[in-house]
C-alpha cells in the first residue's frame, strides 16, 4: 500500500499530486522547484539561491518521510539553459556525498513550471 508524504516544510502541490509517495521501502519525490514554502513566492536571485532553495526542498521532503539525502538513490535534474551546469551542480554536489552521490540525470529542457531554471526529483530509500 502507498503511503502520502506531504509537509509544510516544501511548497504545497499545486495540482493533483503529492510532495513524496512511500511504497515498498522507497519513496518517490515529486519534482521541487524553488518555491519558498514559507512566503510562496520564487527564489530566483542567482542560479546558485534558486538551486539551494530547491535542494532545501528537498531535504524537508526527504526529512518528513525519515530518511536523508545520504539516502537517495536517483535525481532527476531539469534545467532551462545548459550554461548553468557547473554552477547548479556546485550547489546540487554540496548536498551529497561525492564517494556515495547517487545516479543522475540532468537534461536541457524548453520551459519549466513558473518558468524557472531548475527542477529537481528524487527517489530514496527509507
Known amino acids: 500500500m502507498k503511503k502520502i508524504h506531504n509537509t509544510k516544510n516544501a511548497p504545497a502541490p499545486v495540482g493533483p499530486y503529492n510532495q513524496a509517495i512511500e511504497y515498498n521501502g522507497v519513496l518517490y519525490g515529486s519534482g521541487q522547484i524553488a518555491l519558498n514554502p514559507a512566503t510562496g513566492e520564487l527564489v530566483m536571485d542567482t542560479i546558485e539561491a534558486e538551486t539551494k532553495q530547491v535542494m532545501e526542498n ?27 551546469y557547473s554552477r547548479i551542480n556546485t550547489v546540487y554536489a554540496s548536498y551529497f556525498n561525492e564517494d556515495t552521490a547517487p545516479a543522475r540525470e540532468l537534461v536541457e529542457v524548453a520551459n519549466l513550471p513558473k518558468y524557472v531554471n531548475v527542477e529537481i526529483s528524487v527517489i530514496a530509500a527509507l
Open 58 to 84: 528537498i531535504k524537508a521532503m526527504l526529512e518528513n518521510a525519515g530518511t536523508n539525502f545520504e539516502k537517495v538513490l536517483k535525481c532527476s535534474v531539469f534545467v532551462s539553459d545548459m550554461g548553468n
